[in-house]
């Protein structure tokens, strides 16, 4: 956790396009010209606690037996721009895989998806926005209006299940509250980047009084992604063109009763052509892609005052239309001359659908207040996906098209109860039981219906050093589902694999200064990773790179251990620093990938150190400027080869004034304009030989902007 102000700086976006442009324009209108009230808080003098809402009882992160990051919204707003993926890099041991136009493949401690091609969804990474699940879609986590991102790491066996194998990133945006909003923003920066926002809230008056608040926000946000496409003189074939809207509505109809309401669209309708034979940012595709996400979801959580004990149900439904494509020669036929037509395409379309809903009792009680607390609960998640792929060679099909059907039915039961044992010392201690069962069929006439009961769970034991520190001890196992893999050239020998199982053990200590300027958090870890999923692939036909088949097979073991730390320190009322840093042993053990021998070997996407450091001066007059520097070491892009990225270093900046009703900021990123690797293949593309050679999407370059902000409040 680092550092954050009390200053709250709401912003929200919304798209000039199709027909709410007049409607947007009209009101970011009003909002520039409406006057606003109220003088800037001062920054605080001590840091503030951050409460952990993804635990299955909010608490104090503090108090938590487990290693978490949260970003909250002054970091957010200090630290980022527009999406999650601007402050990746100021959490400990996570990592992303390219491959796509905004990050969706996550790994903690080195334990992720890498993509998802084919076959059943099978995420190692939950991944929640407002609790509706985006696990493995998580394109729409735009950050705009955000309060906080919660980070858990280590496997999540109790509270989340089979999602949750890794950890979890939990997204929540700002609650609404009685008290009138207004907020506008502009954004315009290099890349031909443009942004608009808005947000708005205030109270519902049921029956004559205030019982209840809503929130309305919205984002659209355009750039150019940083390619220029030589054979179609454009420089937007990779450009993003992203609108997200949320609404939210909190009543209190009843004594002792609250109803939280939801809802979320995104439209995020991004190009694809990252990839360049030469790996610049230059691509010469002749047919560009698309990385295309049209997203909706709602979630309802009702909450119940039982006397005793508390009643939370919360439900939530999300639907998910994508579309992935490629140009899978990265070429055209100028390019390739002699050898052409050498002209590949592929195309996948996904049809998403996922209803969930938990019920869960909780004690008032807790083992901080009278020595002991219990909750109880039950889950089901329904997932439904179907999936169509079509693999082009020079304007023909390839191969016939391939449809797919996927159900999924979770069931789980789960308890979790603690214990004040001697003094400040508590036990607890938590299970959860979980029947997955699947239908899957394609038009290759594939059929599977695997079904897996699987157990996780957690003890722990924490207790304090003194009335500003303390430590935690945890043991905890996590799963995940077995599967299969699907396609016309998945050998048969590879279609199924088993479930994985994951043991953590894992010791941490906090410690704050009695003045409250400072807080430091160091986690160690040791994971066990049993019938480890290990995804993938191969090169059927040297000469068709769409032959470059990826699947998921079960490698005898793996171990993860490492480090995580933090430190936030307020040197001064206006001066804070802070700082982050990962540390991870990954291998795999006893695994063979055809004659290769990768006992000992790192794990993919698991760099061996991630660190951040940040400085921030935040004067009481409304000046501010903000340094991040964030660094990761090489890792390896696949198991499938040793080819490995290159360490890296990223600069971030901003500066600015914020007056009473309006603030004006500049930024910069990755402002050392520093070249590096978000993703890596190794085979063979280029005729007449077709060497195997490694190819790499290139994260994003240098970029400044200047972001504006009108507020009435």
Not at 107 to 113: A, F, N, P
Not at 516 to 537: C, D, I, P, Y
Not at 601 to 610: I, K, L, S
Not at 675 to 704: H, M, S, T, W
């Amino acid at each position: 956790m680092l550092a954050s102000s009390r200053k709250f700086c709401l912003y929200l976006s919304i798209d000039y396009k199709r027909n709410l442009r007049r409607l947007v324009g009209g009101l970011l209108l009003a909002c520039g010209a409406a006057p606003a009230s109220g003088a800037l808080p001062d920054p605080p003098l001590v840091l503030e606690e951050i409460v952990v809402t993804a635990s299955l009882r909010p608490a104090p992160a503090s108090e938590v037996p487990a290693s978490i990051t949260v970003l909250d919204a002054a970091l957010l707003r200090s630290a980022g721009l527009q999406h999650f993926a601007d402050v990746v890099g100021l959490v400990p041991n996570l990592n992303w895989s390219g491959g796509t136009s905004r990050p969706r493949y996550f790994q903690l401690r080195g334990i992720g998806e890498l993509e998802q091609y084919q076959g059943a969804p099978n995420p190692s990474v939950g991944f929640l926005i407002d609790d509706i699940d985006f696990s493995g879609v998580g394109m729409p986590a735009t950050s705009f209006d955000v309060d906080q991102i919660e980070v858990l790491r280590g496997p999540q066996g109790t509270r989340y299940g089979a999602n949750a194998l890794a950890g979890l990133i939990n997204i929540r945006t700002t609650d609404p509250h009685p008290e009138r909003e207004l907020r506008t923003e502009l954004t315009a920066g290099e890349d031909g980047m443009t942004g608009v926002a808005l947000v708005a809230g205030g109270a519902v008056e049921l029956a004559g009084d205030e019982s209840g608040a809503w929130r309305f926000s919205a984002q659209q946000a355009r750039s150019d992604g940083f390619r220029r496409n030589r054979y179609l003189g454009r420089d937007d074939t990779n450009a993003r063109d992203e609108l997200t809207l949320r609404g939210k509505l909190r009543l209190q109809p009843l004594a002792g009763w609250q109803v939280d309401l939801a809802a979320l669209y995104a439209d995020l309708d991004n190009g694809f052509d990252a990839f360049a034979p030469d790996n610049s940012f230059d691509t010469l595709s002749d047919r560009p892609g698309r990385d295309a996400q049209r997203a909706g979801g709602a979630s309802a959580k009702v909450a119940v005052d039982l006397d005793a004990a508390s009643l939370l149900s919360t439900t939530a439904l999300a639907s998910s239309d994508s579309v992935y494509s490629f140009d899978g020669d990265w070429g055209n036929d100028v390019y390739w001359g002699e050898f052409a037509p050498y002209d590949y395409f592929s195309h996948y379309t996904r049809d998403r659908g996922t209803l969930s809903q938990d019920l869960r009792v909780t004690s008032e009680a807790t083992a901080r207040d009278d020595g002991s607390g219990w909750l109880v609960g039950v889950y089901a998640l329904r997932l439904d996906e179907d999936n169509l792929q079509r693999d082009e060679f020079a304007g023909e099909l390839l191969r016939p098209l391939l449809e797919s059907e996927y159900e999924a039915l979770n069931l789980a039961a789960y308890g979790e109860a603690e214990w004040r044992v001697a003094g400040d010392l508590v036990l607890a201690a938590g299970l959860r039981v979980e029947r997955w069962s699947a239908d899957y069929d394609d038009s290759d006439g594939t059929e599977f219906s695997p079904s897996d009961t699987m157990l996780g769970g957690h003890v722990s034991l924490s207790g304090a050093f003194s009335a500003q520190s303390g430590w935690y001890a945890t043991a905890s196992r996590g799963y995940k589902a077995g599967g299969f893999n699907i396609g016309q050239l998945v050998p048969d020998e590879r279609r199924e694999f088993e479930p994985e199982y994951l043991w953590n053990l894992e010791a941490g200590a906090r410690h704050a200064s009695e003045d409250g300027t400072l807080s430091a958090e160091v986690a160690v870890f040791h994971m066990w990773r049993e019938s480890q999923q290990v995804a993938t692939s191969f090169q059927v036909d040297p000469g068709d790179p769409l032959s470059y088949i990826f699947y998921t097979d079960n490698a005898a073991r793996g171990r993860n251990a490492g480090l995580e730390g933090s430190v936030a320190w307020r040197i001064r009322p206006s001066v804070a620093l802070g700082g982050t840093l990962g540390l991870l042993h990954s291998e795999y053990v006893g695994y063979r990938y055809g004659d290769r021998d990768l006992d000992g070997r790192e794990q993919a996407h698991a760099p061996g150190y991630q660190y951040s450091l940040s400085a921030e001066w935040n004067a009481g007059r409304g000046w501010m400027a903000r340094a991040d520097l964030s660094g990761s070491d090489a890792f390896y892009f696949d198991a499938s080869h040793d080819q490995r990225s290159e360490p890296y270093a990223l600069v971030n900046l901003r500066a600015g004034y914020a007056g009473e009703r309006w603030s004006v900021h500049a930024w910069g990123r990755n402002v050392l304009d520093e070249r590096y690797a978000v993703r890596g293949f190794y085979f063979g593309l280029e005729p007449p030989d077709f060497a195997n050679e490694l190819y790499v999407q290139r994260g994003d370059p240098r970029q400044f902007g200047v972001t504006v902000q009108w507020s009435l409040r």
